[in-house]
């Protein structure tokens, strides 16, 4: 059974990694996602991650369930963070473990892809323009930001 949940502390790289390792994988692909500094050429200070949590987690249990099922051989684990995170926190860890690296990078990469489309996570960003979220526009302004 694969590690995935969402948690609302700090993130370890290392225990993702743990819950993939096993004698017959040569190959463990991670991947880290940190809170920059930027975003669409404007300062970012903070993130505030929300999220559906108890379908989030059924969905982060379901792509991992997917994954191990269409590449051979492979195992999966993620986390990811919710709340108030700073500049260089951890938001996400994925790890993938296989005999081979190909399927390691391939099944890490589907991990974080799917996890991005599919799982009920908002992120609310802090910055120059003032808190926004993140890929929702607000169906009450209009094209010059003025309500209609």
């Keep these: 059974m694969s590690l995935t949940g969402i ?3 700090p993130l370890s790289l290392e225990e993702v990694m743990a819950a993939v390792e096993r004698p017959e994988a040569g190959a463990v692909a991670t991947f880290l996602g940190v809170v920059r500094n930027h975003n669409e050429g404007l300062g970012v200070t903070k993130l505030d991650y929300h999220c ?3 379908m ?10 997917e994954i191990e099922a269409e590449i051979e051989a492979v195992q ?3 986390l990811h963070r919710v709340g108030v995170l700073e500049v260089g ?6 790890a993938a ?7 390691a990078f391939r099944a ?6 799917r996890v991005k489309a599919r799982v009920p996570i908002w992120k609310r960003e802090y910055g120059e323009g003032g808190p926004h979220w993140v890929g929702w526009k607000d169906a009450r302004i209009g094209p010059q ?4």
């Design 56 to 65: 989030a987690n059924k969905e982060m249990a379901d792509i991992a369930t």
């Design 89 to 94: 926190d951890a938001a996400v860890v994925c």
């Design 52 to 54: 559906y949590e108890s």
């Design 97 to 103: 473990s296989s005999p081979h690296r190909a399927e």
């Design 76 to 78: 999966v684990s993620c």
């Design 145 to 148: 930001g003025a309500k209609d």
């Design 108 to 113: 890490c990469r589907e991990l974080i892809d």
């Design 7 to 9: 948690r609302d502390s």
